[in-house]
């Protein structure tokens, strides 16, 4: 296992000792984390020394002069040191596109006179034999390099020497930075995109497997009026697609390139923006060098994004729970996506489901802290931004996750039609339509509202439903009901009537389920 040891310390509790106890939402306090200094922190894929590691076998600390230390004379304290790095939590992230964006820069540099194509030949290479250390694992991450820029620069120089120091030219850390979190973000958006479609392929798929079946739909969590199932899961795929389409404006919108804004001010070298801006697959520089390294909309913007999508993810997870209670019975998730209890052999959990409704706090809460984080920041870049990661990374790991489970919950869950069938006479879900029937007989909305009501006051007089009532006891409330009401009562009639565009009439959830099939490139036998 590939890990890191800090060294003791005794500024605090063994228990309590490490670099950091970020979580996104005070309220998680469960969620918080601290890394010992006596035990390793274990980083899939990254593996992660101290500076005595580094050295030699005498276990001495042997720290190097820092890219940046120029002007100082003190080294860096060790507390410092542990609560400023960011390469813990950042690396297996931004390494790719932190290579990516240097080849990019180094490209541009050598295109402009600003080193030698020789030295950037070099540069590129040296890169490449990079990419392959950490994607073997043996690429050693120092955290008293702070992260993931400097400790690709300084392996850099340390393997091919001065050309190395060249590529920092016309660069700071500021742009650097937001230009990798812009290319993770672009890749994360699209991936993110291709869950969503997923899950609406699995709905649609689950629509097509419940033709016909009527369910009750609920207003308040109270009977409201029947519809069709099919109707209820394309409601879903339709929040689904305007997720997608918040992800996608936002992608258009954060694909402009800060690289080469520097620290805030720019440079007065002759760089070309516009050239490393291409090479990377942005749309164009971005216009506003301060703007540049301080911007973080595009972070806001996606978990924005993400939390409306796990709020959406969560009340399809609440009526999957309670539809998989004895109380409603209406949903069968299957065993391969329950759980058990440890006390009590009967219990059968659609414990996913539950969790996609827990961990939608998770991701509003990842969101709550950028927001916080970024409200009171002056002007161009902060130290303050290096708080951005974590949530950001967070978020788009549970969303992702989210609709992951969701969309396999919903492969492998079935409905009880016979259950549903039997609960449909109780709550007269017919009565809007027997008022529509007044409203064609010629009377007012308001007026059939109260007649229907009466209808109904007395139904629960005599315990049946409106369609057991005779057409004596319907006209001794309003004499202008006559036999062709029978086609307006009894759930079946009710959702038959529905004709307006996108209502559960038969006919329009056809057109809905058409459409659907045909966006999502889905056949009607599959």
């Not at 689904?240 to 440079?267: H, I, Q, V, W, Y």
């Not at 009880?416 to 409203?439: F, Q």
């Amino acid at each position: 296992m590939i890990h890191s040891t800090f060294a003791d310390t005794t500024a605090a509790p063994s228990s309590l000792i490490g670099r950091r106890s970020w979580h996104p939402n005070p309220i998680f306090s469960h969620r918080r984390f601290y890394f010992s200094m006596s035990r390793p922190l274990v980083l899939p894929c990254v593996a992660l020394e101290t500076s005595a590691q580094s050295g030699d076998s005498s276990g001495e600390t042997e720290k190097e002069n820092k890219l940046w230390g120029g002007r100082f004379e003190e080294k860096v304290n060790e507390v410092v040191e542990r609560f400023t790095e960011s390469i813990s939590f950042e690396a297996e992230e931004l390494w790719m596109h932190d290579i990516r964006g240097s080849k990019a820069h180094a490209n541009m540099l050598a295109a402009k006179g600003l080193m030698t194509e020789g030295d950037r030949d070099k540069i590129i290479e040296g890169l490449g034999v990079i990419k392959k250390k950490i994607e073997s694992g043996k690429f050693v991450w120092r955290k008293d390099r702070e992260d993931v820029h400097m400790n690709i620069e300084a392996a850099l120089i340390d393997m091919i020497g001065e050309p190395a120091k060249k590529l920092h030219t016309a660069r700071s850390r500021n742009d650097q930075v937001v230009t990798d979190l812009r290319l993770w973000c672009r890749d994360a958006i699209d991936r993110i995109l291709t869950r969503i479609k997923q899950l609406q392929v699995q709905l649609v798929k689950l629509a097509l497997r419940n033709d016909g079946l009527i369910i009750p739909g609920y207003t308040h969590l109270q009977r409201a009026q029947p519809v069709l199932l099919q109707h209820l899961l394309l409601s879903y795929v339709e929040q689904l697609e305007r997720d997608a389409g918040r992800l996608t404006d936002c992608k258009k919108r954060l694909n402009f390139s800060p690289l080469g804004a520097c620290a805030l001010a720019g440079t007065g070298l002759p760089i070309d923006r516009f050239m490393t801006s291409q090479e990377l697959g942005f749309t164009a520089p971005l216009r506003n060098s301060i703007d540049a390294v301080s911007d973080r909309d595009f972070i806001l913007e996606l978990l924005g994004a993400n939390s409306i999508t796990a709020v959406h993810l969560s009340r399809l997870g609440e009526e999957w729970v309670l539809w998989a209670s004895e109380e409603f019975g209406f949903a069968i998730p299957s065993d391969s996506v329950s759980t058990g209890s440890s006390i009590m052999p009967q219990k059968k959990n659609p414990d996913p489901m539950e969790l996609v409704r827990g961990k939608s706090a998770r991701v509003v809460g990842d969101l709550m802290s950028l927001l916080i984080l970024c409200k009171g920041l002056p002007s161009a870049y902060n130290r303050d931004l290096q708080e951005d990661k974590e949530p950001l990374f967070d978020s788009v790991k549970t969303i992702t996750q989210m609709l992951e489970v969701t969309s396999v919950f919903a492969a492998n869950i079935t409905f009880n039609h016979e259950r549903i069938r039997t609960s449909l006479p109780a709550g007269y879900l017919d009565a809007t339509t027997l008022a529509d029937y007044l409203v064609k007989k010629g009377m007012p909305f308001r007026t059939s509202h109260e007649v229907v009501g009466r209808a109904v006051a007395l139904c629960v007089a005599k315990k049946c439903q409106l369609s057991d009532l005779l057409l004596d006891d319907l006209c001794g409330i309003n004499s202008i009901f006559e036999k062709d009401v029978y086609d307006y009562l009894g759930v079946d009639n009710a959702v038959n009537k529905f004709t307006s565009y996108g209502s559960t009439g038969l006919a329009e959830v056809q057109k809905q389920l058409q459409f659907w099939c045909s966006q999502l490139e889905i056949t009607s036998s599959e």
